[in-house]
């Protein structure tokens, strides 16, 4: 069991940059699961942002966020990170950390969830 907790969300102006975090905890081992960030706009699903591989080396990025966005992980620390700049008001939603035995881009491919993190972009 992987328990995730993410930090880092607010309030910025469009242009403008966030870092969130994503702590891993429980009886299990950080750096056995694939990572990634989900997001859930305002009234609509919760769609994949980029996911990271077990050891960091490989990163994939849904097509909206690529070139702004970069996925990271310290494997020592238990964290996932997403460094997000250029932020746009679109990008305004609540974010998720989730953990994985495969690198998925589908919400149901993934095990364990945080609580979120909220992110709003202003105009």
């Known amino acids: 069991q992987a328990q995730l907790v993410e930090s880092g969300g607010g309030l910025v102006q469009a242009g403008g940059s966030l870092s969130l975090s994503c702590a891993a905890s429980?009886?299990?081992?950080?750096?056995?699961?694939?990572m990634a960030w989900f997001r859930q706009p305002p009234g609509k699903e919760r769609e994949f942002v980029a996911v990271i591989s077990m050891s960091g080396a490989t990163t994939y990025y849904a097509d909206s966020v690529k070139g702004r966005f970069t996925i990271s992980r310290d494997n020592a620390k238990n964290t996932v990170y997403l460094q997000m700049n250029s932020l746009k008001p679109e990008d305004t939603a609540l974010y998720y950390c989730?953990?994985?035995?495969?690198?998925?881009?589908?919400?149901?491919?993934?095990?364990?969830w945080g609580q979120g993190t909220q992110v709003t972009v202003s105009s």
């Open positions: 429980g009886r299990t081992t950080f750096s056995r699961y694939f």
């Open positions: 989730a953990a994985s035995f495969v690198a998925g881009r589908k919400v149901n491919e993934y095990n364990y």
